[in-house]
């Protein structure tokens, strides 16, 4: 008889895995932390997952629930959930919820981020975390064409193989474009290059489509480098049509910031440093 609801705080690197949900023959997040689980519990447990995050996807803030009878404290079952999990994957919080709170189900809003390394020369070191985009993009034009998403819409045309879910209407709370530099530890003064420059997708809504925030960046970035107008975004946005908006961008910029259970949005939630927010 489970009698407990423990919610795990996580962040992954996407790099190792086929994605969050459980694959046959294919290692995902979710078969490894419930590996970890029954290792620790002795108990087959299913987790409840925030968001299914696709093939080489990140995270920082992935949240799951799972029931149990275990009386392990939680403070104690997250270094024995750890000791369980390879390096690629770390527990960052274990609390105690109510019975019937559920990961997905009761997620207010998700926020996610999607990093753009903009540089003619590539970083190696960077190349499962980014995507790097060789021509110089504008990042005004983005930010404009970013902001006609916000707001209650049908995003079936930001959707891949449409329909997945009982209905593609989502509200986007926030969906902004910026610009910013990174120096690496490893960088020296003196490299001219020691600071290359980012793009960052920041996007928050209720629910996310399959394939959604792929959809919207690759046609942020056709604006970006002069393919389409601003207004195509808002075009794309209202055809309904997945061919009229730009490809799906690769996995490896995406990251899975944060899911919020408690607090409506606000946009000084967001570590970002916009001059307006729409």
């Keep these: 008889m489970t009698d407990r609801n423990l919610r795990l705080l996580i962040a992954y690197d996407g790099q190792p895995f086929s994605g969050w949900q459980i694959q046959p023959d294919k290692p995902t997040v979710q078969e490894h932390i419930e590996d970890a689980i029954f290792a620790i519990t002795r108990e ?3 987790l409840a997952g925030a968001g299914r995050t696709d093939t080489g996807v990140h995270a920082f803030g992935q949240v799951a ?14 270094p024995a959930l750890q000791s369980k999990l390879p ?30 390394l903009n540089s003619r020369v590539g970083w190696p070191h960077l190349r499962h975390y980014t995507t790097r985009v060789q021509d110089q993009l504008d990042v005004e034009a983005m930010d404009a064409a970013a ?16 329909p997945n879910k009982a209905t593609s209407v989502r509200t986007v709370l926030h969906c902004r474009v910026s610009a910013g530099t990174v120096r690496p530890l490893w960088s020296t003064p003196a490299t001219s ?13 209720d629910g996310f489509l399959y394939n959604m925030v792929r959809a919207i960046m ?12 601003i207004e195509q975004a808002a075009v794309a946005r209202d055809a309904l049509d997945r061919r ?18 408690d607090r409506d949005f606000d946009p000084a939630l967001i570590n970002r440093n916009h001059s307006s927010e729409g």
């Design 193 to 205: 290059e020691s600071a290359p420059p980012f793009l960052y997708l920041d996007i928050v809504a």
């Design 87 to 116: 390096e690629s994957i770390t527990i960052r919080d274990v609390d105690e919820v109510p019975y019937d709170f559920h990961a997905g189900h009761h997620a207010k809003w998700k926020h996610y981020r999607y990093l753009i």
């Design 218 to 229: 690759g046609t942020l970035l056709k604006v970006g480098d002069g393919s389409w107008p």
């Design 65 to 78: 629930s799972f029931r149990t009878s275990t009386r392990i404290p939680c403070e104690r079952m997250r």
């Design 244 to 261: 009229v908006a730009g490809p799906t961008a690769p996995p490896q910029g995406l990251y899975l910031m944060h899911v919020e259970y």
């Design 147 to 162: 902001h006609s998403l916000i707001g209650r819409h049908d995003f079936r045309s930001f959707e891949s193989n449409y």
């Design 44 to 46: 087959r447990s299913r």
